[in-house]
């Protein structure tokens, strides 16, 4: 079993910068896609950014492209989510989760762990 631990949330004004963390414990980081996912209250999960195992494929939602920048440090057995130009459509709660495989990588279904979230809320 792997568990995820994501910190860095908090307040931000609006085209502010904020960086997300997540660190795993309890299996082969390497072995594992990374993604980030948020959810707003009311809504469903959505998916915001991906990384493969070794760190050489990234995929972005459209709505996230050109502003946030997923990263991994496998020494670290962490993954980032750096948020710049951030606006108040961001508001959510954002979770890291892991995957044994790429394909898939934009579907909740596919990842079996789960952070606990953190809370982004970006003001006008």
């Known amino acids: 079993q792997v568990l995820l631990v994501e910190s860095g949330g908090g307040l931000v004004q609006a085209g502010g910068s904020l960086r997300l963390s997540c660190a795993a414990s309890?299996?082969?980081?390497?072995?594992?896609?990374m993604g980030w996912f948020r959810q707003a209250p009311g809504k469903e999960r959505e998916f915001v950014a991906a990384i493969s195992g070794n760190g050489g494929l990234t995929y972005y939602a459209d709505s996230v492209k050109g502003r946030f920048t997923i990263s991994r440090d496998n020494a670290k057995n962490a993954v980032y989510l750096q948020m710049n130009s951030l606006k108040p459509e961001d508001t959510a709660a954002y979770y890291c989760?892991?995957?044994?495989?790429?394909?898939?990588?934009?579907?909740?279904?596919?990842?079996?762990?789960w952070g606990q979230g953190t809370q982004i809320t970006v003001s006008s």
């Open positions: 989760a892991a995957r044994s495989d790429w394909s898939g990588r934009v579907h909740t279904r596919g990842y079996a762990y």
């Open positions: 309890g299996g082969t980081f390497s072995s594992y896609a």
